[in-house]
């Protein structure tokens, strides 16, 4: 069984996609660690970002099980991965390992922006979890100070805004619904009732 969950920043795909791993007991991949973790490379090797070549080997010699979700968090990072995600070379990349770690026996969660479009365009169920980015940048700015950081709301709220122009307009494997994606906003939902409707969602795509 395939679940692919997608969806803007902030959004809560991530808490959710956890909570349903673990209610269905199949492993997880949370996807935007992979481009992260891409980044985080780049960046430690002080490697210009633009640099396409090095970022697709790095992509190349990611290594699952060594992605480190406290060290990758780091909104730098968030914002870095962002800008490496519209490279051709390192999306190939990543998508061989996000593929291969979707077709293990048994089936598994992915969380991203493209899982339902371009990864997993045959899934066996599909959300396209959302969120108002006042809410997301709320979120996100609770986050970071619950963390013990310090974050201006309205420069994460701009952040939002431009991470989802540039995942939402670039020319490959764009932030978008899948025709058969089920929508579930979680602008005025706390995480429980958010994570009983897309059990509800799920239950149905599969029975279909
Ligand atoms: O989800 P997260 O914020 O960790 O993702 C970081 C960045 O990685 C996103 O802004 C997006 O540009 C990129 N990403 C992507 N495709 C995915 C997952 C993440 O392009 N499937």
Redo the contacts with the bound molecule.
């Keep these: 069984m395939i679940i692919a969950i997608d969806g803007p920043?902030a959004s809560g795909k991530?808490t959710l996609s956890r909570r349903l791993a673990d209610w269905y007991h199949i492993p997880h991949l949370?996807?935007?660690?992979?481009?992260?973790a891409v980044a985080k490379s780049m960046l430690d090797a002080a490697i210009p970002l633009d640099d396409e070549t090095q970022a697709a080997k790095a992509a190349r010699n990611i290594d699952l099980s060594r992605l480190d979700k406290a060290v990758l968090s780091d909104h730098a990072i968030?914002e870095a991965?962002?800008r490496i995600?519209v490279m051709p070379g390192v999306?190939k990349a990543l998508l061989d390992i996000q593929r291969k770690f979707a077709n293990q026996p048994g089936g598994a969660v992915l969380d991203?922006?493209?899982?339902g479009t371009v990864?997993c365009p045959k899934a066996d169920a599909k959300l396209y979890v959302t969120a108002s980015p006042v809410a997301r940048a709320r979120r996100r700015t609770d986050e970071i100070t619950e963390r013990g950081g310090t974050a201006s709301f309205n420069t994460i709220l701009e952040d939002v805004r431009k991470?989802d122009e540039?995942?939402s307009f670039r020319s490959v494997?764009p932030?978008r619904p899948a025709e058969d994606a089920h929508l579930l906003d979680t602008t005025e939902l706390d995480i429980e009732t958010a994570f009983q409707e897309a059990v509800d969602l799920i239950e149905r795509a599969l029975k279909s």
């Design positions: 920043a991530g949370d996807t935007g660690l992979t481009f992260r968030g991965a962002s995600a999306r991203g922006r493209d899982i990864v991470r540039r995942d494997a932030l």
